[in-house]
């Protein structure tokens, strides 16, 4: 679990460094990157939820 967690806040230092420092000058670019990096962000906590309830189901 704790490589899991780990691994999260890549990702969230990673959404938040773009946000910050990499935007690109067209606002749908942005948009788009930031819906795709947020679902991205949701199905790891989903997966992380899942295989936490599965680790505690046994």
């Given amino acids: ?5 780990i691994i999260f806040g890549i990702l969230i ?3 938040v460094i773009f946000n910050f420092f990499l935007q690109s000058d067209n606002d ?3 948009t ?3 819906i795709i ?4 962000l949701f199905g ?3 997966f992380m939820a899942y295989s ?7």
Avoid: C, D, E, P
């Avoid at 679990?1 to 967690?5: E, P, V």
């Avoid at 990096?37 to 991205?40: G, N, P």
């Fill in 13 to 15: 230092a990673g959404f």
């Fill in 37 to 40: 990096y947020a679902s991205i």
């Fill in 32 to 34: 788009a990157v930031n």
């Fill in 52 to 58: 936490l309830l599965r680790k505690t189901r046994k």
């Fill in 44 to 46: 790891y906590i989903s």
């Fill in 28 to 30: 749908r670019i942005n």
């Fill in 1 to 5: 679990m704790k490589l899991q967690l």
